[in-house]
């Protein structure tokens, strides 16, 4: 057996069964061992963006690692900004990077690059493997860091000739440890802060999310009138009717100062201590009061789930009542296109265990309300911000779970840079509804321009934020990768359309036009 057929012996065996790939010569023994080697599914994406973004939607709703298969140091460098992105997302992923034999690497042939210094910066775990007998033992290690809480990137480097010769047959994964346990004190001191009189928060994020953690969180704030709010993106929010609601951290420096005003205490429940995404000329980078004191109660690594559970025992909160949302769903807007008519659409008919995957930047800013009592339902948001990961992410989601809809909210800017997770989409057939803003513009960067003080915008720089001059045909670009869609111009259509990308399996596409 050869070092590429061990390695992938290894990671089926270790339960890592799921590969998106984009190979290449380098890589051709690990795509020949595929084939000998039951139980891998490999899905091609067509560009690295594709697939570095559909192993973090993977990740995000399997809670494990996917592989990716990535062409030497430009491979990589394509895939790096989603895989910065999962990063953000604490996502567990195994990256097997091809390269060239370790003997060919002096003669500095077209693809050699300094592979390790490119996987560095967002990796945890990097690591070349020297010959075909240590592959399977670098790939078990590479599975066990990536699982490693609260999930990390491990990218595997696999020379040629380690791939090709002699290997030493599959190696054995350590079983993954369980979150440690929070410290008595660190649920003492947050007890303490509840208990002060003072006006105190409990910020959210990570595993916490989910419905036994919201739950826990919920019968805190209830009883102690403290405030609940989740951090301003994350990973994985269970959210929708019979579930405790959360608002965000707001993007907006101006609305998260005055959220979190008067705040006198900051419970962190794998949250960090809220910081403004960008700096702006006189405003301030820390959007918490300086006086606010900030207690760790869990680290995202740590067991956040008993830790509220600890606190909840700390101030007798676990009989009361969980402050879930009862209301019933908006009702579905009519006439002209507006993001608060989407939003109220999209409340009104998301189904049941949607996974809905949230790109829509400034349409979308306001779809946390009108979702609040929608059906239940899990939203990724971009952890990272670097836009082109919606359409991947909902890629890598559909594949985790093959029985739910994916819904995916998506700007034009931001789909244009992996466009191409749509024929990923139709060729494995998955069931992604994407819903595309299409206001021909970078409309973020308008409000920007003006938010750093960059003054007054001439032709050139508005020519820099428009996406008109050709106009993006979206309907014509999906169908010519595969996927079905409809273009729509008012909330009727955009209503019919919507229920027929949900009622119909496999992908399909609304181009929203307003
Ligand atoms: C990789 C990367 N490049 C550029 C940016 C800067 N950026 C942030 S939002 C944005 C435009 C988003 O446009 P769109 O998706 O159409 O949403 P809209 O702003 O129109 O709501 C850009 C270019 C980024 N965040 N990440």
Known sequence: MNGAESLVRTLVGGGVDVCFANPGTSEMHFVAALDRVDGMRCILGLFEGVVTGAADGYARMSEQPAATLLHLGPGLANGLANIHNANKASSPMVNIVGDHATYHRKYDAPLTSDIEG?????????????????????????????????????????????????????????????????????????????????????????RALRQQGLDLAGKIAAKTGARLIAQGSNART?????????????????????????????????????????????????????????????????????????????????????????????????????PEALGASLGALLPENAIVVDEAVTTGRGFFAPTRSAAPHDWLSNMGGSIGLGMPLATGAAVACPDRKVITLEGDGSAMYTLQALWTQ?????????????????????????????????????????????????????????????RVTTMEEFNHRLAEGIAAPGPFLVEVAF
């Open 118 to 206: 490119l996987a560095r910066p967002s990796s945890h775990w990097v690591k070349t493997s020297p010959d075909a007998k240590s592959i399977a033992a670098d790939g078990a290690a590479a599975i066990a860091a990536a699982r490693k809480l609260p999930g990390q990137i491990a990218t595997l480097i696999l020379p040629a000739d380690t791939a090709w010769n002699e290997g030493s047959g599959p190696a054995q994964v350590a079983t993954p440890t369980p979150p440690k346990p929070v410290s008595a004190e660190a649920v003492a001191e947050a007890a303490r802060a509840l208990r002060s009189g003072e006006p105190c928060l409990i910020l959210v994020t990570g």
């Open 426 to 486: 139709a060729r494995e057939g998955l069931d992604v509804t994407t819903l595309l803003f299409s206001n021909r513009s970078y409309a973020i960067l308008r409000g920007e321009l003006a938010n750093v003080g960059a003054g007054n915008p001439g032709r050139k720089a508005l020519d820099m934020l428009d996406l008109g001059s050709p106009d993006l045909d979206f309907v014509t670009l999906a169908k010519g990768m595969g996927v079905p869609g409809a």
């Open 238 to 338: 269970q959210r929708g009717r019979g579930r405790v609601f959360l608002e965000r951290v707001p993007y907006v420096v101006d609305q998260a100062t005055t959220v979190l005003a008067g705040l006198k205490h900051i419970i962190l429940v794998g949250a960090k201590m809220p910081v403004a995404f960008f700096a702006y000329p006189d405003k301030p980078s820390l959007l918490a009061p300086p006086d606010a004191q900030g207690h760790v109660l869990a680290r995202l690594d740590e067991d956040m789930i008993g830790a509220l559970g600890a606190l909840a025992a700390e101030v007798g909160a676990h009989s009361t009542p969980a402050p879930v949302v009862n209301d019933p769903p908006p009702t579905k807007a009519t006439g002209r296109i507006t």
